[in-house]
């Protein structure tokens, strides 16, 4: 029932801006993370920037200053507002969420739930 679709990703120029968005659906009792992952061919994922329910938010050494996370309730979306972008920013962005839903028994459980996935090319 749980769903994440993102969008926003395609070619920019670098300085240039993009704003990733994840719309989250499906019923999640409580939500613990909301977060972006980016991965880039031949390389690991790895976090980009997380956002926790208290609303205090974590971010990547390299996009500090330059990305920013944040959340419309009202609309179920996580946001990746994306300036100044660098060619090394190159990946698909994932975005990830971690919450607590009811399973079969319905008995209450955390799970980890995952965008399909969206290109950001960055040309020098």
């Known amino acids: 029932q749980v769903q994440l679709v993102e969008s926003g990703g395609g070619l920019v120029q670098a300085g240039g801006s993009l704003r990733l968005s994840c719309v989250v659906s499906?019923?999640?009792?409580?939500?613990?993370?909301l977060g972006w992952y980016r991965q880039a061919p031949g390389k690991q994922r790895e976090l980009v920037a997380s956002?926790?329910?208290?609303?205090?938010?974590n971010y990547a050494d390299p996009v500090k200053g330059r990305f920013t996370i944040s959340g419309d309730n009202a609309k179920n979306t996580v946001y990746l507002q994306m300036n100044s972008l660098k060619p090394e920013d190159t990946a698909v962005y994932y975005c990830h969420a971690r919450g607590v839903v009811f399973d079969t028994g319905l008995l209450p459980r955390e799970n980890d739930y995952w965008g399909q996935g969206t290109q950001v090319t960055v040309s020098s």
């Open positions: 956002m926790s329910s208290g609303g205090v938010t």
């Open positions: 499906g019923y999640i009792l409580k939500m613990n993370v």
